[in-house]
């Protein structure tokens, strides 16, 4: 599916709509690159984006994706957030700092954490990685799901690519 610059999501509308599908979907794939050059990845629940745009997630600060991140000469990170149900997908590309802040902590934490993180915000090592974003995409159905499946479902049988199906948007934070 081709999108041309007409079609495309951007400024402050794109970056609302980002904030909305960051904190609908929850989980993302965070990624870093370890110390023989591999991108790794692993789940990341997030707590939020705030007005400024930095996305919040709480981790123990002895991990690997917390060395990793810290270890790349700018902190670069990846975050991959994925609704397969709904069709919507977005893609950060970020810079992560651990902070250890005990009021936007305290702001942050529920008890949901509490499977990971056992005496809650006072486990040892608690902390948080700010992932300030740099450009930041994301996709999702036009029209809703049903129209764009139904897109889809055409596309394959007619064996033509579906148009106008999924919208596009791209922010350079």
């Given amino acids: 599916m081709t999108h041309t610059e007409e079609d495309l999501v951007t400024g402050p509308e794109a970056i609302a709509r ?19 050059g591999n991108l790794v990845s692993r789940p990341m629940s997030t707590r939020q984006m705030d007005g400024k745009g930095d ?18 000469p700018q902190h670069d990170v990846g975050l991959s957030y994925l609704d397969a149900e709904g069709h919507r997908y977005v893609s950060v590309a970020g810079r992560a700092q651990v902070v250890r802040d005990a009021a ?4 942050l934490y529920s008890p949901s954490l509490d499977i990971w993180f056992e005496n809650g915000l006072e486990t040892p090592g608690i902390v948080l990685l700010r992932v300030t974003p740099v450009e930041c995409e994301f996709w999702e159905p036009r029209h809703g799901k049903l129209v764009t499946a139904a897109g889809m479902l055409k596309a394959l049988v007619t064996r033509d690519t579906p148009d106008d199906t999924m919208s596009h948007g791209r922010v350079s934070c």
């Fill in 104 to 107: 936007k902590m305290k702001e």
């Fill in 55 to 72: 996305i919040w997630f709480f981790t123990l600060a002895d991990t690997a994706k917390v060395a990793e991140s810290q270890a790349d």
């Fill in 18 to 36: 980002v904030k909305e599908l960051v904190e609908d979907i929850d989980f993302t794939m965070l990624t870093t690159r370890d110390s023989a």
